[in-house]
């Protein structure tokens, strides 16, 4: 019968530890006590055991730096495509938090672009389930006019981020507290002295969030005397300059509340109106430096994406519930430079709502 790790240690008079350290060929043991202890071991016929070896060498490891198993992160545009245009950061900030708590984790995260054709959604599936990938990550789906996946789900925890897939409508997801922060921003914004809020976020942008940058506007604008109310630039007509000139001549909006500002302010500046001199504007995705607004914690969403994951997974929880999980992560305050009344006094240094401003 093979000797033990034990019985070595008491043939040559040495501790356990000593003896474990010159097997493994680690550690500070001299080439004298090396040899001595490879003798004695060869002498009472000693084996190691690899898979205990692997075992205990696994849990000797810190906790974050175990491997559990692959993750696979749905893109819709590749992250190596240096021709698009800088539309999709968002995709590269998702796959950076993401990536860095899948690692802390033990994941390792593994991309995969996904076309329209259903065809080829059904046979990624059937490779990720060979490969044994069982999470999946969804980013938001914002290329397609009718957004859908087709996988076999019994096989996967899968979590959306955001909401815009048509089908499956019940996956697990995690998304930004989009209504929340606009109630929030409208009574921000009437605190720092604007008195015509109006909304000149684009329809699609409003579809992809499920109506509620709308829907919190509009309940703002019930809360305002009637002289200040103010329709929602996409309910006068095209989404276009043309009616958006009409709607901000007719209306006289002293700040807008916008999504994609690169549009707004060419279409501000063919007026002649100047930001933040003629008119103010707080964006709902403040991404560069100077916009004032509120700013999506990109990192934050890929991250508790992972951890929402890895619950799933700990917990087999596979396959599509009827009563899916949802995360929110809240976005930042940016305090910028394109509003004429400024909202810094309202906010922390961290970018928060301080309490005493709050609804």
Known sequence: MPSTIREIASHTALSIATVSLALRGVGRISEATRRKVREAAEALDYQAQPMLSKALSLARQPKEHRYKETLAFLTEFSLDDPTLDPFPVYQERLWTGACERARSMGYKLESFTLSGKPSEHRQLGRVM????IRGLIVIPRL????????FDWKNFAAVEIGRTLWHPRNLHHVETSDYNKMIEA??????????????AIEPTQNKHQRGTYYAAYLLGQLRQKPA???????????????TFASWVRKYRPDVLIVHDEREITGWLEEMNLS???DISLFCVNAQRDGLSGLRRDYHGIGRNAV????????SGDLGIRDNPRCWQVDEFWQKGETLGKPIDGFLSPEGYLLQQHAP
């Not at 200040?228 to 043309?242: D, E, F, M």
């Not at 951890?307 to 700990?314: A, C, Y």
């Open 307 to 314: 951890e929402m994951v890895s619950l799933l997974l700990e």
């Open 228 to 242: 200040q109310r103010l329709p929602i630039a996409s309910s006068t007509g095209a989404w276009n300059g043309k």
């Open 275 to 277: 930001v933040p001199r």
């Open 129 to 132: 389930h060979a490969r044994g």
């Open 143 to 150: 290329m397609s006019g009718q957004p859908r996946l087709m």
């Open 186 to 199: 409208l009574h921000l914004l009437k605190k720092a002295g604007y008195r015509r809020i109006g909304m």
